[in-house]
């Protein structure tokens, strides 16, 4: 079909302000051109993330209703857990307010100075809360996960034989081996149900647990079923068990495949590993039935891991992403393929030949993005990832835009809107320039810097 049908109805609507070109040159100016700094009023379809982004359901909305707010021993957190364990083979599930705390109280206990811990690619929070221990975040995609050009059905892949010799070498150093599925960094690409496997085989090789950041299981497992030999009959939720099969951990941010707009969870199969984490747990988020969620949260997350496995759905929403990523391409925008499960993601550093990776591609082409169209998207590439620890400055192994779609949030008249507006950007794109960093923070610089045009 041309036309792409919502499986769903929309209930309840939010106006968006309407701006000019000129108003939002002025807009971007004052944020210092970081697009993050910008209010969303003044964002007329913001696919800066789809973290938390996504609309929830009547049913959703319901099971909000139901949430209970005891302190402790909540019957909101027995619907949290029991739908969790529907899915994951994890007996201590731990709840906090989002993915980037799971990660904080994980690496809190396996992470330190002088250990590194290695996966296929690690996401910005998941890297920034390694390094904030002292330890080091290792990246071992295949190689044809840093081609953006390359077809492979399976580029968030882990290089096995990569991971072998790296923890042969470093022995005693490493405490895990993570996997990101799907590989958000790399283009939101999948990692097959063999290589999430053989990485869990290899980990038990050497002795090592076997952790999985989890955060788009369906999407990813929606690939396995299309693209993965011999998958094709099985139900999602039967691929979503087998891809944790033997998995010792997980770290799961709520808000992106469980239609929630806050939460996330780390869940454990070690006793001990989950008595330090509950410790921390309360430490910091909340006592372990609540873990600084509202009960309404845990009931709206339960009920979203129910409706994230239906197949309509998910067929849906990678077709929104193929629709947009094919018109970009006839418009001669390269862009990651095969096209992901939650975002299109344009290689900035290809179409800006001009402008090189210091001077930040990734971020000019968002920056235009917004002030022709009012979009917010995001930049993926070296000004997330460019800057290492000891402050030094490479470029990232790729310039990225990435678009995000939040979840049952716009239609396909949005999606042709911003086509129309990004072939604007195609005729003048010889004409822009590239960006200097004024101001950074120490860490996570992506998420404040403040940058001006090459010239000012």
Not at 85 to 103: C, S, V, Y
Not at 110 to 120: E, Q, R, Y
Not at 357 to 369: D, K, R, V
Request: charge should be negative; aromatic fraction near 8%; proline fraction near 6%.
């Amino acid at each position: 079909m041309d036309t792409i049908i919502e499986p769903f109805r929309i209930k309840t609507v939010e106006p968006i302000r309407m701006t000019s070109a000129l108003e939002r040159a002025d807009i971007l100016q004052a944020a210092n051109y970081n697009l993050f700094s910008i209010a969303s009023r003044d964002v007329l379809i913001d696919l800066l993330t789809d973290s938390g982004t996504g609309a929830m359901s009547t049913a959703q909305w319901a099971a909000i209703m139901q949430g209970d707010e005891s302190y402790a021993g909540s019957p909101s957190f027995d619907r949290f857990q029991a739908a969790i364990q529907n899915l994951f083979p994890f007996e201590h599930i731990i709840p906090t307010h989002q993915g980037r705390a799971a990660e904080a109280i994980l690496f809190s206990i396996l992470g330190g100075a002088g250990k590194t811990i290695p996966s296929n690619t690690h996401f910005d929070t998941t890297r920034g809360n390694i390094e904030a221990t002292g330890a080091e975040a290792v990246d071992l995609v295949i190689a044809e996960g840093k081609d953006p050009q390359n077809p492979h059905p399976f580029k968030g892949n882990m290089d096995v034989r990569a991971l072998d010799n790296y923890l042969s070498d470093n022995r005693g150093k490493v405490p895990c081996v993570m996997l990101t599925v799907t590989n958000n960094a790399g283009g939101g690409q999948p990692v097959s149900l063999a290589n999430i496997h053989a990485t869990r085989d290899m980990a038990k090789k050497h002795g090592l647990p076997f952790i999985i950041d989890a955060c788009r299981f369906a999407e990813n497992a929606w690939f396995i079923k299309l693209r993965e030999p011999g998958q094709q009959d099985r139900s999602i939720p039967d691929i979503v068990r087998d891809m944790f099969e033997g998995a010792d951990a997980m770290t799961m941010s709520a808000k992106k495949d469980a239609f929630a707009n806050i939460g996330g969870w780390l869940a454990v199969n070690d006793p001990e590993l989950a008595e330090k984490a509950r410790t921390r747990l309360i430490l910091t988020e909340g006592f372990p039935t609540y873990g600084g969620l509202a009960g309404r949260d845990l009931d709206a997350i339960a009920q979203g891991l129910t409706e994230i496995v239906d197949e309509d759905y998910l067929r849906y929403r990678v077709a929104v992403n193929e629709y947009i990523g094919n018109r970009l391409e006839e418009m001669g925008v390269p862009i990651v393929k095969p096209v992901g499960g939650h975002a299109v993601f344009i290689d900035a550093r290809s179409f800006l030949p001009h402008i090189p990776p210091l001077q930040y591609p990734g971020q000019t082409m968002s920056c235009e993005m917004y002030r022709l169209a009012g979009v917010r998207a995001c930049e993926i590439g070296t000004v997330m990832f460019g800057r290492k620890p000891d402050g030094t400055e490479v470029p990232a192994a790729m310039d990225l835009v990435r678009l995000a779609i939040p979840r049952r949030t716009y239609t396909q008249s949005h999606a042709d809107y911003m086509l129309e507006r990004i072939e604007s950007i195609v005729e003048n794109k010889d004409n822009l320039r590239g960006m200097r960093i004024v101001w950074e923070a120490p860490a996570m610089r992506h998420f404040t810097a403040k940058f001006a045009p090459i010239g000012e």
